[in-house]
């Protein structure tokens, strides 16, 4: 399965794909690991306020084989090449509204985000909301700074900030750039998601140093990365076929660098 290249050119200029039903087949067993993950980590949503287990997919042998799964493969291999990382992931329960703000500001590599919501979901109870085209970095983003207090600065709430509101149903796959401005609105207390992110093959130094950033801000690791607890990697790891290693591999050399580093 691959994308078309229109839908990849969509992608590159919007910023963000929806794929209705994409993963229907597999969301009843999703759904379940989904509840696994949180049962195993003790984890009780009161739905009082977000929780979030990070990292996610990597908790379950069989979230892991969403690596190995041949529609997941063919819309981020279109994407981000056949060669791309897998970044990590989180897994929620949401309640309430999610204010606007993008995952990031890179301007090198391609930094993306696959996922899953597992309600459905209208543009009033939660669904994504991105405002499209904000993922290309330009003075006209930087206006978008301005979503983030939209009542003080544009006069409006954030509900009513022009956007793309992604109505999904379970199995549909939403699938964005880090940098889009993205946003929910109304969702109830327990809005179940989970994502994989994932980043283009950093080739160049400066993808290098921009994945470095990624993986360790200010030097130190990501909280997803460096709250791993020991092992937390390892069924993802050491269940993975030679064709799931391409997409974990340069994470971890990059990791094997930094520990020979501090050496
Ligand atoms: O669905 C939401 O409310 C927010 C999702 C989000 O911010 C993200 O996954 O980066």
New binding site residues.
């Given amino acids: 399965m691959t994308l078309t290249p229109q839908q990849c050119t969509f992608f590159e200029v919007f910023g963000f794909l929806i794929l209705p039903g994409l993963m229907s087949d597999d969301i009843d067993w999703i759904i379940e690991e989904h509840g696994k993950v949180f049962e195993q980590q003790g984890v009780v949503h009161d739905g009082s306020k977000?929780s979030m287990i990070v990292p996610f997919s990597d908790q379950r042998e069989r979230l892991c084989t969403l690596l190995d799964h041949p529609k997941v493969l063919g819309v981020l291999k279109s994407l981000l090449g056949d060669d791309f990382n897998y970044v990590g992931g989180?897994g929620?329960y949401?309640s309430g509204?999610?204010n606007w703000?993008s995952?990031g500001g890179h301007q090198v590599g391609l930094f993306g985000?696959f996922?899953l919501?597992l309600d459905p979901l209208t543009r009033d109870t939660?669904?994504?909301r991105v405002i499209p085209g904000s993922h290309l970095i330009g003075p006209w983003r930087e206006h978008l700074q301005g979503t983030r207090q939209p009542t003080e600065l544009l006069g409006i709430s954030g509900r009513d900030v022009p956007c793309v509101a992604a109505e999904t149903e379970p199995g549909d796959v939403v699938v964005?750039n880090?940098n889009i401005y993205?946003?929910?609105f109304g969702?109830g207390p327990a809005?179940r998601?989970m994502?994989l992110n994932v980043t283009s093959r950093a080739k160049t130094e400066a993808e290098v140093n921009e994945l470095d950033r990624y993986l360790r801000p200010a030097g130190r690791p990501k909280h997803w990365l460096g709250k791993y607890p020991p092992g937390a990697q390892d069924i993802m790891r050491n269940t993975a076929s030679p064709k799931r290693y391409v997409h974990l591999e340069q994470v971890i050399q990059r990791e094997q660098y930094y520990l020979n580093a501090a050496q």
């Fill in positions: 977000r989180d929620n949401y509204d999610t703000h995952d985000k996922h919501y939660g669904c994504i964005f880090h993205h946003a929910s969702g809005r998601h994502c």
